[in-house]
């Protein structure tokens, strides 16, 4: 998705310098494929389509508005950019229905006037793109030289924040929603350098090796920090702790708590399980306004199941009440390190 808006970018440069009819299919397919690969792709394509139309007409001049929207080149962008993804979508939502999960638990209407949330926002944004390199970049848009190219990728930013409203638990949840960001924080940072070097002109050696210290600096710093931690992060066990649990459990019905809804046990045990939800799936739940028996939604996941796996022991402690429903109402199959197994058929 990402790479697909970055592409859509570039064709709508091209058009905005040259408005012929290539350029303008090439902006049309470009943009329609990025919003046709994830949707979600719309809001950083959309914004920036809409101020390249209307900052001037197609022919480089003034624009009147019906003028604007009725160019040919204009429609013709219009309908590529929209039509795959329409199709897709109301094939999924409304003719084959494999799309009707997909709108659940996406906007969270309580996040909106929450002070604190639009911090753990800006927390999520300095753990994954920097705080510092998303001001700067910032900055670096605003430095564009050429107007209708600062005010695209200045409408950028604010689609990304249209973006984060929407979808707005997981912005602060899904740390990889700040991805399709990272490429227009690169354009606003190679602005602010291309700034800070016609201000030194003459001195640009010095200014180099400034920077490239800096840089050096900061690259080494970052590269011992991952190889400290990819060393002290060792899963060379999994496979084989999860080949053995999967042995152990292949001719029985299971609930579990363990890691990534039960894919580490069905991809190295061969073994499907009935995942029993995170706290952070009932919270969300709790947002979007259900209210939530607990008790009763685990006696409907135990119901005609024989053992309860546990390997995920953090997440089994911060359950306090099913752990506690668990100890005191089934006795315990099997355990060893790293994992426990109720047994469901004995109460």
Do not use: C
Not at 60 to 70: D, F, M, N, P
């Amino acid at each position: 998705m990402t790479a697909a808006i970055i592409f859509s970018w570039w064709a709508m440069v091209r058009w905005a310098r040259q408005k012929n009819w290539i350029n303008a299919i090439l902006v049309g397919l470009l943009s329609g494929f990025a919003i046709y690969v994830k949707l979600p792709a719309i809001f950083f394509v959309a914004p920036a389509l809409l101020v390249l139309v209307f900052i001037e007409d197609p022919d480089g001049k003034r624009y009147k508005v019906l003028e604007t929207i009725t160019h040919p080149q204009v429609i013709i962008i219009a309908i590529l950019a929209i039509l795959p993804a329409l199709i897709y979508h109301v094939d999924g939502l409304y003719v084959s229905g494999f799309l009707q999960r997909q709108t659940s638990f996406r906007f969270f209407p309580s996040l909106v006037a929450d002070p604190f949330h639009y911090l753990r926002w800006k927390d999520v944004i300095d753990q994954t793109l920097g705080i510092e390199f998303f001001l700067f970049g910032l900055a670096g848009i605003l430095l564009i030289k050429e107007k209708t190219f600062r005010v695209l990728f200045f409408s950028v930013f604010v689609g990304y924040l249209l973006y984060g409203i929407t979808f707005n638990y997981h912005i602060i949840t899904h740390n990889y929603y700040q991805i399709p960001l990272t490429p227009a924080i690169a354009i606003g940072l190679a602005a602010f350098g291309g700034v800070l070097f016609e201000r030194f002109q003459g001195r640009q050696a010095f200014l180099m090796i400034i920077i490239g210290g800096l840089l050096f600096f900061w690259m080494s710093f970052n590269f011992w920090d991952a190889r400290m931690r990819l060393k002290h992060a060792d899963f060379r066990d999994q496979p084989e702790f999860y080949a053995q649990l999967g042995s152990k459990l292949q001719d029985y019905s299971v609930v579990s708590i363990t890691p990534n809804y039960g894919y580490r046990l069905g991809y190295w045990g061969w073994k499907q399980t009935t995942n029993w939800g995170s706290v952070g799936d009932f919270t969300m739940r709790e947002l979007a306004g259900m209210d939530l028996d607990r008790e009763a939604m685990f006696a409907r996941a135990v119901e005609g199941r024989q053992l309860f796996l546990v390997t995920d022991v953090g997440e089994f402690n911060r359950q306090q009440d099913i752990q506690d429903l668990l100890y005191e109402t089934y006795p315990i199959y099997d355990q060893g390190e790293g994992y426990i197994i109720f047994d469901l058929r004995q109460n």
